[in-house]
């Protein structure tokens, strides 16, 4: 079983950073990619970043990519999302998952389904 907890939302003006973490309970953290996901009122849960187990590789949706910046302390069980550049848009849930195989294809990764363990999300709103 595992327990994923994220924090670090909040109020934000446009232009903004916010660092979100998502901490993980359980053995098995560092032997899975993980990913952040993010839903706005009345939309589909939609892929924001993803991070293979060793932190070798990241992925990026092109709304995010070069203003956030996703990483992982395996010896800390964390997962971080660095959010700089924020725009109203980026207002929503975010919410950090474990993906479900230990080996996620790349091609894979903004995939829902891909993943089986989610947190309760953390609020950010991005507003003047």
């Known amino acids: 079983q595992v327990e994923l907890v994220e924090s670090g939302g909040g109020l934000a003006q446009p232009g903004g950073s916010l660092r979100l973490s998502c901490a993980a309970s359980?053995?098995?953290?560092?032997?899975?990619?993980m990913g952040w996901f993010r839903q706005a009122p009345g939309k589909e849960r939609d892929f924001v970043a993803a991070?293979?187990?060793?932190?070798?590789?990241?992925y990026y949706a092109d709304s995010v990519k070069g203003r956030f910046t996703i990483s992982r302390d395996n010896a800390k069980n964390t997962l971080y999302l660095q959010m700089d550049s924020l725009k109203p848009e980026d207002t929503a849930l975010y919410y950090c998952?474990?993906?479900?195989?230990?080996?996620?294809?790349?091609?894979?990764?903004?995939?829902?389904?891909?993943?089986?363990?989610w947190g309760r999300g953390t609020q950010v709103t991005v507003s003047s």
């Open positions: 998952a474990k993906a479900r195989s230990v080996f996620l294809p790349p091609g894979r990764v903004g995939v829902v389904s891909e993943y089986n363990y």
């Open positions: 359980g053995r098995t953290f560092s032997s899975y990619a």
């Open positions: 991070i293979t187990w060793s932190g070798g590789s990241t």
